[in-house]
């Protein structure tokens, strides 16, 4: 196991990432189309856990109403294409926008609580937009329906209709995320971010802006969240406010936490085990709830920094070994 | 003009005087100790210093700054200044300046740099990263830089590692640069402590017991390394128990006790004043 380790290690960096991409790229040709939509599904959620991952695993935050940004950037697209007719790809910045303004707009009254009480106001405001959208808000979200009968998407003329060609988008903007958080992560910014995760106080004392820190985080995994949104709306023409369901986000933050806090390959293991496994083994489906508490439960015990934790984070909670 | 002035500080906390009317002033290129037994307010005055939390009453001004004074309080509600920042006029910004409280970050950016008294390192990061950290708020990339990485933020991050590294072997630590924090030994912790803030090129660096916890040989080299700091422009204001250290570097002395001022003057008229010794050695039983 050990020699398997080190040789795999010996592989480099940038012979992983083209052999990852051959791979996910390969990977659903000869899948069929279920195998292939629990492909694009992984990838939204991969998304969203990379998001989610740069607000609770960079800076530290805990955000438990994630799923509520992913809703507002479907119902952004789902709107401006119903009304406005706009063409769902001009939809996708405007759901980004739409998505990080709210991010911003919540986040910047609360961001001076720590903990636990971030977390209950997040869930409220999660549970907000969800009934708001149930409550037919300004009569345009469709009540508890929610909205259908979107445009497909079409890229450069090229519409998109199977899932073969929305799995490949996603990828594409999955790829794309995972490099900006890649250097997100390796920058000023970046550096700043895990100031605040290790001792807010002393950031502050060193002259780190921990608010303007700590924002961004929101307002950057905000804003990629709404992207997500208007990628399940490019393939589904129906949304609902089931999208923004508390269990949406607490799926969300089981990925980001089951993976390792703070992990990028920790958030790819989450999305595996909280999405992807229950799709391709019914049972785990049916018994959801109980396999996601189970999962969590025993990961707390047996490896509670998460099944592919970053460097730090592993050492940071076993702090003897 | 004194670098640093205290005028009059009150920190009450609830029914508490933690300090309570206390005057000094620090002129610059001193080393000014802050001294008194536990529990007379030392730690307090440098949280208020820098910006932990604002004085009760009093004001202090930094270099011409006023950097702490009381919260408006119920006048914040009623009349509100925040949009005063954005009059293009200079004289309502200075006005604007003058009323708000400022934040730690922003205190550390008109050059004032601390220690903490418990060690507070980012554990989990390399003796490199933490330094890195003194520097942030003199460079400015954002997401913008992050995300593209333009010439300009791979200078500027070169620019970091740099400045990170002088102070990393001006402490003597380069022998540990990719170490993480919490694996040094406790007293390279405290040198650590000091290059971070040292990286911030601070005017005024202020110590909070620098020498807890270091043994002989340590606090000799400790003495050594603040004469240097001083030395290189950067005025010095410590809290410190051990005396050798206080009365070998200190120029001056402020004793606090209780929260009050009990006696300022160098070292030696210090030691023999009578309320200091009855501070540290209590009232004589007759």
């Known amino acids: 196991m050990v020699s398997l380790r080190a040789r795999l290690r010996q592989v480099p960096p940038l012979g992983w990432q083209v052999g990852l991409l051959a791979l996910a790229i390969l990977l659903p040709l000869p899948l069929n189309d279920y195998y292939r939509s629990v492909l694009w599904r992984t990838g939204i959620y991969a998304i969203l856990g ?173 804003g990629w969240a709404g992207l997500a949104g208007a990628l399940y709306v490019a393939r589904i023409p129906v949304v609902s406010p089931d999208l923004a369901r508390f269990i949406e986000s607490v799926v969300m933050f089981c990925i980001v936490v089951l993976g390792g806090t703070g992990s990028i390959p920790g958030v790819f293991v989450g999305t595996l085990g909280m999405i992807t496994l229950p799709e391709i083994f019914r049972f785990l489906k049916t018994w959801r709830d109980a396999w996601m508490g189970g999962a969590m439960v025993a990961m707390m015990i047996a490896r509670p920094e998460g099944l592919w934790p970053s460097r730090r984070i592993r050492m940071e909670i076993r702090e003897e070994e | 003009m004194a670098l640093l002035e205290i005028r009059d500080l009150t920190k009450q906390f609830g029914g508490l005087t933690a300090v309570d009317h206390v005057c000094f002033s620090l002129e610059e290129g001193e080393i000014l100790g802050l001294i008194g037994p536990n529990g007379a307010g030392k730690t307090t005055i440098f949280n208020l210093i820098t910006g932990i939390y604002p004085p009760t009453e009093g004001e202090i001004f930094f270099d011409g700054h006023r950097i702490a004074h009381p919260p408006l309080g119920a006048r914040k509600v009623i009349t509100p200044i925040w949009w005063l920042r954005w009059v293009p006029a200079r004289s309502v910004r200075e006005r604007w300046d003058g009323l708000r409280t400022r934040r730690p970050h922003e205190i550390t950016e008109l050059g004032i740099a601390r220690t903490f008294q418990t060690i507070r390192l980012f554990k989990n990061m390399t003796v490199l990263e933490n330094v890195m950290a003194g520097v942030h708020h003199r460079t400015r990339a954002g997401v913008w830089g992050a995300l593209f990485r333009p010439p300009a933020q791979r200078k500027e991050e070169a620019f970091i590692a740099q400045e990170a ?53 340590e606090t000799l080299e400790l003495m050594d390394l603040i004469r240097q700091i001083r030395d290189s422009g950067v005025t010095i204001l410590l809290i410190e128990h051990d005396m050798k250290v206080v009365m070998g570097i200190c120029e001056r002395i402020v004793v606090l006790d209780h929260g009050k001022k009990i006696a300022e003057g160098p070292p030696e008229e210090v030691q023999q004043n009578p309320r200091v010794i009855q501070a540290y050695l209590g009232e004589e039983e007759v």
Request: charged residues 15%.
């Open chain 2, 165 to 217: 590294e002088r102070y990393i072997t001006f402490m003597g630590l380069s022998d540990y640069r990719d170490e993480l924090a919490k694996n040094l030994p406790y007293g390279h912790q405290r040198r650590l402590e000091i290059a971070r803030a040292l990286a911030t090129r601070p005017r005024l660096l202020i110590l909070d017991e620098p020498a807890a916890g270091l043994n002989e040989q």
């Open chain 1, 50 to 222: 990379l998001s989610l991952n740069i607000i609770v695993g960079y800076a530290g935050l805990f955000q438990l109403g994630h799923a509520a940004f992913y809703a507002l950037g479907a119902y952004t697209s789902a709107l401006l294409n119903l009304h406005f007719d706009v063409p769902l790809v001009l939809t996708w910045p405007v759901s980004i926008l739409v998505a990080a303004v709210f991010g911003y707009l919540i986040s910047r009254p609360i961001l001076h609580l720590r903990g636990d009480y971030l977390c209950i106001v997040t869930i409220a405001f999660g549970e907000v937009v969800r009934l708001a959208l149930v409550n037919n808000i300004f009569g345009i979200t469709g009540g508890a329906n929610g909205l259908s009968g979107m445009d497909q998407t079409v890229i450069f003329g090229l519409t998109l209709r199977s899932p073969l060609h929305h799995y490949y988008l996603v990828l594409f903007f999955l790829v794309l995320t995972l490099v900006a958080v890649r250097r997100l992560e390796n920058s000023r910014l970046g550096r700043a971010w895990m100031y605040v995760r290790e001792d807010e106080m002393a950031a502050e004392a060193m002259g780190v802006d921990t608010t303007r820190a700590k924002l961004l985080a929101f307002v950057l995994g905000s």
